[in-house]
């Protein structure tokens, strides 16, 4: 069993940064990929970036490329998400997710789940 926490979300103006964090529980971290997904209100869950357990494999989905990083350290159970540039459709509750198989953008993939955070842009 994986328990993941994010944290880091808020309110920030368009062009700003914030940088969310995942502590993961558990000993075998560096065996999940990771992935950071986003749901805006009356939209679907949508993966956001991914990350393989030695971080060898790095995906972002298109409208985030150049703008978020994806990250993890191992020897702290966490997973990152740097937000650079931010924009008002980057509105959402961020989640961070843990899956025993290969990095994969589908949230069916996943077997672990955060509570999620809030990310709000004004403009």
């Known amino acids: 069993q994986v328990q993941l926490v994010e944290s880091g979300g808020g309110l920030v103006q368009a062009g700003g940064s914030l940088r969310l964090s995942c502590a993961a529980s558990g000993r075998t971290f560096s065996s999940y990929a990771m992935g950071w997904f986003r749901q805006a209100p009356g939209k679907e869950r949508e993966c956001v970036a991914i990350i393989s357990g030695n971080s060898g494999y790095i995906y972002y989905k298109d409208p985030v490329k150049g703008r978020f990083t994806i990250s993890r350290d191992n020897a702290k159970n966490t997973v990152y998400l740097q937000m650079n540039d931010l924009k008002p459709e980057d509105t959402a509750l961020y989640y961070c997710?843990?899956?025993?198989?290969?990095?994969?953008?589908?949230?069916?993939?996943?077997?672990?789940w955060g509570q999620g955070t809030q990310v709000t842009v004004s403009s």
């Open positions: 997710a843990a899956s025993y198989r290969a990095p994969s953008a589908r949230t069916s993939d996943y077997d672990y």
